[in-house]
């Protein structure tokens, strides 16, 4: 096992237990130890849906370049991609479950859909998307199984279940099996893109809220979702990527880099228009949540974190340290885990700032207020749901093919 | 030239509308008995609030909390107080904030399994039954009208009565009482609705069938609270809200609030 595998799994192994305290308190106490409420109704798991979301719509994307598009550089880490959205979509849904007050009930969202609400939309875009991306995986990954069913053990036997008996790989089912996976790459495209637009549209639609009602939002959720997605798989392709330290590798990675700081361009351009635009107007009430972001209590979270570590520190060591895949792997990193920043500050200051004058103070009780700092258990609930899915992914890599390394036996017997 | 009590007094009364002989309660619990005669599609229920005799005591909020047994964190009818002027001209502006039930709801649309509905009175409820606690429609009221019900108690974490064993937290049973609202009775336990639901002023729809005024309007010390349904033209309500210094709160935004302010 590579040092830097054995240490995501340490990490994921102790997320996973430190969290299971969190879990415990939410499903044994509900919503009362937590900072969300009535008048900031949404908070870190919200912020944390709609980043992995991104996550997922951004590596998925990422991998329509190569069934879509048959972009030959990335055609190696093609099942990366998808098996990364997969398990982004994985956590994201479970942290917005774990946030509904009544997640038993999650089920009516498709029963009594009002397709008026974005949020209804949601539901069954999510589901469509879903499905696409297992069966599309399952394509992709198709062939590799076959070859696997003659591994010893539990892995053989995996394979073998997962083939579902269609074990022909003659040229001609693999010839099928790749036009099906150029459609469903090319019909997940502008799925993906009316998921994730959907949710920025779910924030934007809403009038009430000044700093969320621009038709920029579906747009920078969008772009913002390839950034984090794009970045974050530079760094899945240069721990995970087949034939580690080969030229290749390095190039996959750094050509996922530029991608990323391509992207990350883009992003901070659209920033600079929302802001630019919002702190021109003279409505003060519309600019509260901008400047609660720029110079409010938590003003270090953008300038410090997502400013500085996460656009100039990357863009930074991607102009210096360019022809290292290592380093540019990092400046990834950087930028993926810096977004969750960027996701929490729509989410939060949109709310944080009172609709009314003095209701803050009118009448008070837990969750009426317009404070909002996630508890401990809010953080540990999301450590151990980014944790599970960190350790879906580890097992994942393990006993599926989703890297075939060109020489020896394959990832998993490295 | 500084106002005397008495003139003060002047003022309201000269300022009060037709038929003030008789305590507004009594005229509007009349107006109300007509108005629950009427099919349900025909009232237009209709909140007006004077602020100029609103005194901040919170008796609204409180017996509102009381009538609907609310929890911690869930409140539906608050009362903002602002100061105005500069000394020694200063005064407090008292602002009661119960649910809009606005013609045009941003909070109904949002929601994504129609919980949240316009009733053919006008009322804007949740049916708490259906409700996911997704919390869309706390995020889409311009009026923080929407509260969430989280599942707290009052007493859960304070230390216990002697009853009870020592330093266990202990819950009444009063904040246990079942809530009467929309006409069923909602026994308040950990894991049943109305926990993990959105919750929000109703006008005491479960009050309005049984011929009662919502709890907010009988209890205001003030007589500031007016209620009834303004189809009807010789209800209270219908006279107040025709007054030339009646406003709304947000009124640009378009979403008619049946709620109305005398200013």
């Given at each position: 096992m590579?040092?830097?595998?054995?240490?995501?799994?340490?990490?994921?192994?102790?997320?996973?237990?430190?969290?299971?305290?969190?879990?415990?308190?939410?499903?044994?106490?509900?919503?009362?130890?937590?900072?969300?409420?009535?008048?900031?109704?949404?908070?870190?798991?919200?912020?944390?849906?709609i980043y992995l979301v991104g996550i997922s719509a951004g590596a998925f994307l990422i991998s329509a370049l190569v069934y879509a598009f048959g972009i030959k550089k990335l055609e190696k880490i093609g099942k990366l991609a998808l098996f990364t959205a997969v398990v982004s979509l994985g956590i994201a849904m479970l942290s917005?479950?774990?946030d509904l007050g009544r997640p038993e009930r999650v089920w009516r969202v498709m029963d009594a859909t009002n397709f008026g609400s974005m949020m209804g939309w949601m539901f069954w875009l999510y589901t469509t998307y879903f499905i696409l991306l297992l069966v599309e995986l399952w394509l992709a990954l198709r062939a590799d199984l076959v070859a696997w069913i003659a591994r010893p053990g539990f892995v053989g036997s995996l394979a073998k279940f997962l083939t579902f008996g269609q074990t022909d790989v003659s040229a001609n089912t693999l010839a099928r099996d790749k036009k099906f996976l150029r459609v469903l790459g090319t019909v997940g495209v502008p799925l993906a893109i009316a998921f994730h637009g959907g949710v920025g549209a779910l924030f934007g639609v809403v009038g009430a809220r000044a700093y969320w009602n621009t038709g920029l939002t579906p747009i920078m959720f969008l772009v913002g979702a390839l950034t984090s997605g794009g970045a974050l798989l530079t760094f899945v392709t240069f721990v995970f990527g087949p034939n580690h330290g080969s030229r290749e590798h390095q190039d996959t990675v750094l050509f996922l880099g530029r991608i990323a700081l391509g992207l990350l361009l883009l992003d901070i351009l659209l920033e600079w228009a929302e802001y630019s635009i919002g702190l021109y107007s003279a409505i003060p009430a519309d600019v509260a949540s901008m400047?609660?972001?720029?110079?409010?209590?938590?003003?270090?979270?953008?300038?410090?974190?997502?400013?500085?570590?996460?656009?100039v520190v990357p863009i930074l060591l991607m102009l210096w340290k360019g022809k290292s895949a290592a380093w540019?792997?990092?400046?990834?990193?950087?930028?993926a885990i810096t977004f969750f920043t960027v996701r929490l500050n729509i989410v939060i200051p949109g709310l944080a700032?009172?609709?009314?004058?003095?209701?803050?103070?009118?009448?008070?009780?837990?969750?009426l207020t317009f404070d909002y700092l996630p508890t401990l258990t809010e953080w540990l609930v999301q450590i151990w749901a980014v944790s599970a899915g960190l350790l879906a992914f580890l097992v994942g890599y393990r006993v599926l093919p989703i890297v075939r390394e060109q020489s020896g036996a394959g990832a998993a017997a490295e | 030239m500084p106002v005397t009590t008495q003139e003060q007094i002047q003022f309201i009364v000269a300022d009060a509308p037709v038929g003030t002989s008789e305590d507004p309660l009594v005229r509007m619990q009349e107006d109300l008995r007509r108005a629950i005669k009427k099919p349900e599609n025909q009232r237009h229920?209709?909140?007006?609030?004077d602020l100029r005799k609103c005194v901040g005591c919170s008796a609204c909020t409180i017996a509102c909390v009381v009538e609907n047994k609310l929890p911690p964190g869930v409140v539906y009818r608050p009362v903002l107080e602002e100061e105005l002027g500069t000394y020694p001209n200063v005064t407090r502006r008292f602002v009661p904030r119960p649910c809009m039930q606005c013609e045009n709801p941003?909070?109904?649309?949002?929601?994504?399994?129609?919980?949240?509905?316009?009733?053919?009175?006008?009322?804007?409820?949740?049916?708490?039954?259906?409700?996911?606690?997704?919390?869309?429609?706390?995020?889409?009221?311009?009026?923080?009208?929407?509260?969430?019900?989280?599942?707290?108690?009052?007493?859960?974490g304070t230390p216990g009565t002697p009853t009870s064993l020592v330093g266990r937290p202990k819950v009444e049973s009063y904040e246990k009482l079942a809530a009467y609202e929309y006409g069923q009775s909602w026994e308040r336990k950990h894991d049943d609705s109305p926990v993990g639901n959105a919750r929000k002023c109703q006008f005491c729809s479960h009050r309005l069938n049984a011929g009662m005024l919502p709890a907010c309007a009988t209890t205001c010390i003030g007589r500031a609270t007016y209620f009834g349904d303004a189809?009807?033209?010789?209800?209270?309500?219908?006279?107040?809200i025709a007054l030339p210094n009646v406003m709304r709160l947000k009124e640009e935004i378009g979403t008619e609030p049946k709620v109305y302010y005398l200013v």
């Open positions: 590579k040092k830097r595998e054995q240490f995501l799994w340490l990490v994921g192994i102790v997320g996973f237990i430190a969290g299971l305290y969190g879990m415990y308190d939410r499903l044994t106490t509900g919503h009362i130890n937590v900072s969300y409420g009535s008048y900031i109704p949404w908070g870190l798991w919200i912020g944390a849906y917005v479950l774990i400047k609660l972001v720029l110079f409010g209590q938590f003003a270090w979270v953008f300038w410090g974190v997502h400013i500085g570590l996460g656009v540019v792997a990092f400046a990834g990193l950087l930028i700032v009172p609709e009314m004058q003095g209701l803050g103070e009118a009448f008070t009780g837990p969750g | 229920w209709v909140m007006a609030l941003p909070c109904v649309n949002v929601c994504p399994v129609n919980a949240t509905f316009k009733r053919p009175d006008g009322i804007v409820a949740v049916n708490y039954n259906d409700c996911i606690g997704c919390r869309y429609c706390l995020t889409a009221c311009p009026y923080s009208a929407c509260t969430f019900d989280s599942g707290r108690f009052y007493l859960e189809s009807d033209h010789d209800s209270l309500v219908a006279q107040l």
